[in-house]
Structures are given as C-alpha cells and as structure tokens.
C-alpha cells in the first residue's frame, strides 16, 4: 500500500468516516473527489454520473498527495453540517435499504441542487401541489395517465380522470395516508403505493412517475402534509415521536398460505403486509389488489396475543405459524425456513411491545370493522 493510500485507510477509521455519508451503509470505500466525502459503492455511481463530481476506489486507485490532504481538510462530518444544515424535519433521509430514487434524488438535492444548505423557502413545505402522475387502473391493471391534487387546506390527496370539471375520482385524506415505496411490487423503480383507511379497509393507491425527482417531491410534500397533521392533532407530543408517524415501511410484505377458522379448509396462497405501526396483519388476493380481503389486530402478549413456530397436529405442510389472539387462532404456512423466521422476528417484535390507548381504541375499531 502506497504512503497516500495508508493515509486514506486512517481517514476511513475516523468515526465519521466509517459509513457513507449519503445512506449511512458501514465501510464506505470510495471517496467523493469534488465534495470530500466518502461513500459506498451504489451511493459512488450517483457522485459519478451527475453533475457532482469525480469518485475514486480508496482501495484501487492512486491518490495523489493533494486529494488525500482535501479529504482530509473536508471528510463526511464537515460536508454534512455544510450541506445537510437545514433538512425539513420531515424529510425523508434514506438509508442503505432503501430504492435507488430516494438517494439519488437526496444525493441530487443535497450537492447538485444544494436545497438544505440555507434556510430558505422548501419546495416540498407547500400548501397546493397538483401533477400527472401514472396510476393502475382497478379494472385491467394498466397504468394511465392521472392528474393529482393536494390541498393542505381540505386536508385531502385527490385524483382526476383527465381534468378538474369531471370531478375527482377519489379522495385520500392526509388523517389516514401512508406512503411507500415499492419498487418490487410495482415493478417500476419509481413505484410509490399510498394508502388510506376508507370505510374501515385500507385502501391502496399504486402511482409512479418517469422522473425520479418528482415522484420524490411527492413524496416528501406528502410527508409534509402529514408532519403539520400531527403537529396540529397531538400539540404536546415531541417531533422525534412524530416523525416515525409521518409514513412507514412495512415491516414485512410477502406470500403465505392461510387456512380458515377451523383449520380444516385448504390452505390458500394470499399477499400479506404486516403494518407494525397500526399492529395489523392484512391479506390480499394479489398483491397489487386495493383492498385487502381480511386481516387481523396483532396486540400485545400482556393482552393474550401470542407468536408461535409450528402447526396443528397432522398437518402435512412445514415452515408454519400460528397467531393467537383473544377470539381465535390463526395459522399460516410460509415458502420457506427463510421466510418464517422473517416472519416471526417481525411478528413477534409488535406483540412484544406494549399496547398504548391509541392502539386499544384501535383493536376495538379494528375488530368492530372485521364483524361487520
């Protein structure tokens, strides 16, 4: 190793050096030339093909002596109070499992559009946005072309077929809205699912957009709408409780087969999304489906709910689990050893955690809502 190059690997065991300083993933081995930060590998190809600058291996190619003294001189920690001084609370800041748009689109606006290096006016804080965005359509599955709306004032996300005078189509209010996305699911790497609780079900919304910065400007006015929501129903609640609330992932989404309450009907292959926000297991015939076919409240174990590894005796499948709760027991089979144990880590985390009144007065909306 070359005298230079002995001097990078010190920088890199510097604490603020040891992970990438656009997703946060630990070892980053590259370093930003132009802005004196090192990232990882995928982070490095956004430096590389924008406007942003050079990118080097610190492993594979040769630094000179007035590189290695600006990295030193800049490094992750200095960049991040120059460009990072003045991130909306509200916006989204990805990590190293998240989609490739969402650190583009960071990466892009925190070097190339320097939007979070001042205090000035955030093109996502907005009261009224409306666009096109591509929207599957219930019917045949298609994505078409769909002109959306929000309005702080009305609380509301609303969609029209083609222009206002016709009405919209459908309405998402801000209360209930959650946003994701879903890259995978949707097979686009734009893809963004919003969904809503509507009559008791949760709704979804399955968009994209061919430009990355939009859809992440979407995104993040959206979160900015259900920021100031939160702000305003819980006044007395500190923002770090807030924020977790803005949108959420699913802790886990896949296919598992179900049986019925007796547990001798078949076995039948169902989507699940396991929402450990709201404590609520949903199944879907398909994933993509807008409404899901059932569900169940998964509260904790101080209140008879419990996660198990197994199933009834004589069954003939493996990879099993079983949910009991107050009123019944539920038993799935997973695709594999794998994926049951992903399952039950994810599981067993929500029934684990204490219930708060929030979540009681929801078990018993959620159960009234399933009876019907």
């Given at each position: 190793?070359?005298?230079?190059?002995?001097?990078?690997?010190?920088?890199?065991?510097?604490?603020?050096?040891?992970?990438?300083?656009?997703?946060?993933?630990?070892d980053p081995v590259w370093a930003s030339c132009n802005i004196g930060v090192f990232v990882c590998l995928q982070c490095?190809?956004?430096?590389?093909?924008?406007?942003?600058?050079k990118v080097k291996s610190t492993q594979l190619d040769n630094m000179d002596h007035d590189l290695v003294e600006f990295?030193?001189?800049?490094?992750?920690?200095?960049?991040?109070?120059?460009?990072?001084?003045?991130?909306?609370?509200?916006?989204?800041?990805?990590?190293?499992?998240?989609?490739?748009?969402?650190?583009?689109?960071?990466?892009?606006?925190?070097?190339?559009?320097?939007?979070?290096?001042?205090?000035?006016?955030?093109?996502?804080?907005?009261?009224?946005?409306?666009?096109?965005?591509?929207?599957?359509?219930?019917?045949?599955?298609?994505?078409?072309?769909?002109?959306?709306?929000?309005?702080?004032?009305?609380?509301?996300?609303?969609?029209?077929?083609?222009?206002?005078?016709?009405?919209?189509?459908?309405?998402?209010?801000?209360?209930?809205?959650?946003?994701?996305?879903?890259?995978?699911?949707?097979?686009?790497?734009?893809?963004?699912?919003?969904?809503?609780?509507?009559?008791?079900?949760?709704?979804?919304?399955?968009?994209?957009?061919?430009?990355?910065?939009?859809?992440?400007?979407?995104?993040?006015?959206?979160?900015?709408?259900?920021?100031?929501?939160?702000?305003?129903?819980?006044?007395?609640?500190?923002?770090?409780?807030?924020?977790?609330?803005?949108?959420?992932?699913?802790?886990?989404?896949?296919?598992?087969?179900?049986?019925?309450?007796?547990?001798?009907?078949?076995?039948?292959?169902?989507?699940?999304?396991?929402?450990?926000?709201?404590?609520?297991?949903?199944?879907?015939?398909?994933?993509?489906?807008?409404?899901?076919?059932?569900?169940?409240?998964?509260?904790?174990?101080?209140?008879?709910?419990?996660?198990?590894?197994?199933?009834?005796?004589?069954?003939?499948?493996?990879?099993?689990?079983?949910?009991?709760?107050?009123?019944?027991?539920?038993?799935?089979?997973?695709?594999?050893?794998?994926?049951?144990?992903?399952?039950?880590?994810?599981?067993?985390?929500?029934?684990?955690?204490?219930?708060?009144?929030?979540?009681?007065?929801?078990?018993?909306?959620?159960?009234?809502?399933?009876?019907?």
């Open positions: 190793m070359s005298y230079h190059n002995y001097n990078i690997a010190e920088l890199l065991k510097l604490p603020e050096n040891s992970q990438c300083a656009d997703c946060g993933k630990p490095s190809g956004v430096h590389r093909i924008s406007a942003i600058g990295m030193r001189s800049h490094g992750n920690q200095k960049a991040k109070k120059e460009y990072e001084a003045c991130v909306p609370p509200f916006y989204y800041r990805p990590t190293e499992n998240d989609c490739m748009v969402l650190k583009e689109q960071w990466i892009r606006a925190k070097y190339e559009r320097r939007e979070f290096t001042s205090n000035r006016n955030s093109a996502y804080a907005v009261e009224y946005k409306e666009g096109f965005l591509l929207k599957k359509g219930r019917d045949n599955g298609q994505f078409l072309k769909r002109l959306f709306e929000f309005s702080e004032s009305e609380g509301l996300l609303k969609y029209y077929t083609k222009e206002k005078r016709f009405g919209p189509k459908g309405k998402i209010p801000i209360q209930s809205l959650n946003a994701m996305f879903q890259v995978d699911k949707i097979k686009h790497p734009h893809g963004l699912e919003i969904t809503c609780v509507e009559g008791g079900r949760t709704r979804s919304v399955y968009v994209y957009h061919k430009d990355g910065e939009e859809i992440v400007t979407w995104f993040n006015v959206l979160r900015s709408a259900r920021f100031n929501y939160l702000k305003k129903t819980f006044p007395e609640t500190q923002e770090a409780e807030l924020l977790p609330k803005i949108t959420r992932n699913y802790a886990k989404s896949g296919y598992m087969a179900k049986t019925g309450p007796t547990q001798k009907e078949p076995f039948k292959k169902r989507w699940f999304n396991l929402d450990s926000e709201e404590r609520k297991l949903l199944y879907y015939k398909k994933p993509l489906d807008p409404y899901e076919q059932g569900g169940l409240f998964i509260g904790s174990h101080k209140c008879g709910y419990q996660v198990s590894e197994g199933l009834p005796k004589g069954s003939k499948w493996d990879a099993g689990i079983i949910i009991k709760t107050p009123d019944r027991e539920f038993v799935f089979t997973c695709e594999n050893t794998r994926e049951q144990k992903e399952w039950l880590e994810a599981l067993r985390q929500i029934v684990l955690r204490p219930m708060t009144t929030q979540d009681t007065t929801e078990e018993v909306s959620f159960r009234k809502s399933t009876k019907k």
